[in-house]
């Protein structure tokens, strides 16, 4: 599942090219150009990258919030976060895999930071513990969605 978002518009905005903001990322101009036009999928840690350069949410850079910006981000660890929730809500790993249509061992290794957890993941997971991106991020504190 490929996301659309807010990239090309959020980059104009701050009138720089792709090249640009592929070095900022480190990686090609070509990936970042896929990554705006929707063709590959982002990762989490491409997007909180981005959120950070430009001081926006995950929510707004992805088209879910009308509202964008942020104060300063605090990037503690996305797998605790993760765990706090589904401890939260008295869930096993294999519960939560179930939800993503995954097996367990590799939602483990998600919520272990053993991997990056994938955007289509972290979006369904926002969706079913009703939090915004950015909370499931570490970005902030708020669950909220802002509107």
């Known amino acids: 599942m490929i996301i659309r978002?807010?990239?090309?518009?959020?980059?104009?905005?701050?009138?720089?090219t792709q090249q640009e903001v592929?070095?900022?990322l480190g990686i090609a101009q070509n990936t970042y150009s896929q990554y705006e036009n929707g063709k590959i999928e982002l990762t989490a840690?491409?997007?909180?990258?981005?959120?950070?350069?430009?001081q926006v949410s995950i929510d707004y850079l992805l088209g879910h919030?009308?509202?964008?910006?942020t104060g300063?981000?605090?990037?503690?660890i996305m797998d605790t976060r993760m765990r706090e929730l589904r401890?939260?809500?008295d869930l096993?790993?294999?519960?939560?895999?179930?939800?993503?249509?995954?097996?367990?061992?590799?939602?483990s290794k998600y919520e272990r930071g053993q991997r990056e957890l994938p955007l289509?993941?972290?979006?369904?997971l926002a969706d079913y513990y009703h939090v915004s991106l950015d909370y499931l991020m570490c970005r902030t504190t708020k669950k909220e969605i802002a509107f």
């Open 5 to 16: 978002s807010n990239l090309k518009e959020v980059r104009q905005d701050h009138d720089i």
């Open 22 to 24: 592929a070095a900022i």
């Open 45 to 54: 840690p491409v997007l909180i990258q981005l959120a950070d350069y430009y």
């Open 65 to 69: 919030t009308g509202t964008g910006r």
């Open 72 to 76: 300063n981000s605090n990037m503690t």
């Open 87 to 89: 401890e939260d809500r």
């Open 92 to 107: 096993s790993q294999a519960q939560v895999a179930k939800i993503l249509n995954c097996d367990q061992s590799l939602y």
């Open 120 to 124: 289509r993941f972290a979006l369904l």
